[in-house]
């Protein structure tokens, strides 16, 4: 199971466990992660469950928090993922998704090994650390490369290339929905909104939906087309 450790100075001060519900993050006593910082509002962030994934998100959505050292208004938590909150840091721990994480690499590197001679291009995106299997070189976990192409919506024609491990689309307040690169492909989740994210016309609910070539997804006021790229 997932959890939140919140220390400073290296000292733990409290911690929690995540399960279906939502957890506040702020400086005012109400909240069920407490910061006393002088740099951390009253009711400062909220992590919410969408599907399998938690989700940072600001209260405000003007200010911003670094996630690893770099700024961010909504984030999907990775493994080891580091909040800085003033003199405090907020670590999210899934062991569950690192061990599965540990498995993935481990299949691509096998897969690889069997062609010495095949390049191993580091990837911009790639947020993973230390692969714990020897090597005379540096190895890293191979991302798929995919884009989008508004096919509806004041962006019509316009296409983004998914190079990051989250993409946001949609409207916020109204309907938002994420793309998030992992090892295994491309996967649309809900993020908010009345109505849920469709793909092919049909609603993913809360859980992430795999995508496809060919996939159209449709949220707020968009539709955007999927494509895999080789």
Known sequence: MAKLVLSSGGAVVDQ????DGRVTIGRGAGNRIVVDDPSVADMFAVISVVGHDYILELVDARQSVAVNGTPTKRRILQHNDVVELGAFHLRYVDTKASSEIDLERTMIISGLALDP???IVPDAGDATQDLHIPSNRETKTRFPSGRVRWVRGPRYGE???LDRVVATFGTPGKAVAVVTRRPKGYYVTYVEGDAFPRVNGDSI???????HTGDVISVADEDLEFELMT
């Open 205 to 211: 609910g809360r859980e992430p939906r795999h995508l």
């Open 16 to 19: 929690c466990f995540l399960d």
């Open 159 to 161: 296409t983004k290339l």
């Open 117 to 119: 001679d095949r390049p």
